[in-house]
């Protein structure tokens, strides 16, 4: 099974900061890794797929970058409704897996 | 408007059965691959099952198989998850998703609680 491991797991920052969160994949997964957003007491929702590609109506704050075995999600100016927890999941191949997921706060 | 609504969870024993449901609208559930992904309280996602668009493949996480099976009604556009002999560890918010790749969009899930 492809291990997915996603750095912080915790992070706490000021409205405006630039955020970035790392997953790393424990083999090559090429391009096939998606970003979810779930929001407290919500199902997750896609931000992001094949790495970079932003899904529709998703604020372009967002953004997602890398290939191989190491990417990077990116919020560029934190703002307060992002506060959440995001998870990265390969589909490269079955089983699907997911990172354990970065709590973002709001400091 | 595309979307999934799962029904079905509630509390069961240890060993007991439950089934799934989860609705679509807005799309017909034939033409795409559909999953089950769970998360137990306070913790992550979980992959579960997935069906393809054609039904004939169908995949499992080893932590389910051969205790879960995932169907399709595709003349309701449904989806559906049996559940027998389950364990206190399958205690966790069920969520159905559409998607032959990345999961969009997500149902808004549904508790099930395993427990004597």
């Known amino acids: 099974d492809i291990q997915m491991t996603q750095s912080p797991s915790t992070l706490s920052a000021s409205v405006g900061d630039r955020v970035t969160i790392t997953c790393r994949a424990s083999?090559?997964?090429?391009?096939?890794l998606a970003w979810y957003q779930q929001k407290p007491g919500k199902a997750p929702k896609l931000l992001i797929y094949?790495?970079?590609t932003l899904e529709s109506g998703v604020p372009s704050r967002f953004s997602g970058s890398g290939s191989g075995t190491e990417f990077t999600l990116t919020i560029t100016s934190l703002q307060p409704d992002d506060l959440a927890t995001y998870y990265c999941?390969?589909?490269?191949?079955?089983?699907?897996?997911f990172g354990q997921g970065t709590k973002v706060e709001i400091k | 408007e595309v979307q999934l609504v799962e029904s079905g969870g509630g509390l069961v024993q240890p060993g007991g059965s439950l089934k799934l449901s989860c609705a679509a609208s807005?799309?017909?559930?034939?033409?795409?691959?559909m999953h089950w992904v769970r998360q137990a309280p306070g913790k992550g996602l979980e992959w579960v099952s997935t069906?393809?668009?054609?039904?004939?493949?169908?995949y499992y996480a080893d932590s389910v198989k051969g205790r879960f099976t995932l169907s399709r009604d595709d003349t309701k556009d449904l989806l559906f998850l049996q559940m027998d002999s389950l364990r206190a560890e399958d205690t966790a918010v069920y969520y159905c998703?559409?998607?032959?790749?990345?999961?969009?969009?997500w149902g808004q899930g549904t508790l099930v609680t395993v427990s004597s």
């Open positions: 998703a559409r998607g032959s790749t990345y999961l969009h969009p």
């Open positions: 807005g799309f017909t559930l034939s033409s795409y691959t």
């Open positions: 069906v393809f668009s054609n039904a004939t493949f169908k």
């Open positions: 083999q090559s997964i090429s391009s096939w």
């Open positions: 094949k790495a970079s």
């Open positions: 999941q390969q589909y490269d191949g079955f089983p699907w897996t």
